[in-house]
Structures are given as C-alpha cells and as structure tokens.
C-alpha cells in the first residue's frame, strides 16, 4: 500500500521541491507570500497544502495558514523546539510588532511594511527601560535571528544605520498575537521586571 500516493503522482520535480519546502517550513518557521523570496514556495504549500499538512503532523507538527495576511506557519503539537530570546532580542521583537501595526493603516494592502534602524531604536529609547540604544552586538544578533524566522529582511547592508530599511513581513502578527497595543506596552513593562522569556520557535506569544 502506499503511504501517499499524493506524492508518487509527484514529477521528480515536484519531489525535491517538496523536500526543500518541507524543511524551509522546519527551519524558517515562516513562508510569507509578499516576500520574493518565499513567494514561489508559498503557491506550492497552498497547491499542496492537504499533503504538507499530512506529512508534518507524523511528526508532530501542524501547518497553519493566516489565509488574510498570505503566510504559511508550522506548530509543534507537543510544544518542542523552543528559542530563547534574550531581553533585548523581546523588545526589539515586540517594538517590530508595534511600529508594524502603526504602519499598516497608513498603506495598501498589496505593499509591504518598511521601517528604519531609527525608528527601532528611538522606540527603544522612549520606553525608558534602558538609558543606552540597542548595542551593536544585540542589534546584530536580534537582526539575524528574526530574518531565519522570515519575520523581517534587511534593504540595506548596514544594519548599524540609522536610514537601514527593514521590511517587517504579515508573519510578525503571528510572533506576538496582543489582543491590542496597549497589550503589547504591557508586555514590554514586564520585561523590566521579568528579564526574559522563552517563546516557542514558531513564536506563539
């Protein structure tokens, strides 16, 4: 018998792009249809989305789609493959949420978010938690980590520019689901306090 005969209707083609795409979901988390990038491999998930869903849940995972924002997600059922996100790396995310659903009103819905370094770091500041900008090592880091999550990418190459672009991908909506703004203030207020999170790979806040 075989197991998925979806798949051995598959051209060799189909095969390895299914592979590919199977483990980018694994490993990125995120697949947004407005970045160039993704865009080719979000059409082959919805094309395939029965048989994706099948395969990731023998082992655990289920593929989750947010039809309205175009973005592709995975979940682990059992709650492993967790990361830690230092502080800083908390606030930055939380502040990318906040400016993007500031930013979002003011445009169509067929362009995507772009914010700056600045912003970030003026937003940083104004919250009053630390008296000092993001340092460079942290601001490296937080960068780096959410563009392998596919939550934001990088227009420019210097990251440590105030006029660096950052595009801030649908998927942010999903990495922190507050009901609200004043949600997401009160979440940042308890990083004073608390010093830290784990929050889940797929970044179910």
Request: aromatic share 12%.
């Amino acid at each position: 018998m075989i197991m998925f005969e979806w798949y051995e209707n598959m051209s060799q083609e189909e095969k390895n792009t299914f592979t590919r795409v199977v483990n980018k979901l694994l490993s990125a988390c995120y697949i947004n249809k407005r970045s160039d990038e993704d865009r080719r491999d979000y059409y082959f998930i919805e094309r395939n989305e029965r048989g994706i869903s099948e395969y990731l849940m023998m082992g655990g995972w289920e593929l989750m789609s947010d039809e309205n924002n175009y973005v592709y997600y995975v979940r682990n059922r059992f709650g492993y493959n967790h990361v830690n996100l230092t502080l800083d790396e908390s606030i930055i995310l939380l502040i990318l949420r906040l400016i993007y659903e500031e930013k979002r009103r003011e445009i169509s819905l067929a362009q995507n978010v772009v914010i700056t370094i600045g912003e970030v770091q003026e937003r940083y500041m104004g919250l009053g938690l630390k008296d000092r900008p993001i340092n460079k090592a942290n601001l490296r880091d937080a960068v780096s980590i959410f563009k392998r999550f596919n939550i934001i990418d990088n227009l420019d190459q210097d990251i440590f520019d105030p006029e660096c672009r950052l595009i801030v991908y649908p998927s942010i909506l999903s990495a922190v689901r507050a009901e609200d703004i004043k949600a997401v203030y009160d979440r940042i207020s308890s990083y004073q306090r608390e010093g830290g999170e784990t929050i889940e790979e797929a970044y179910q806040g």
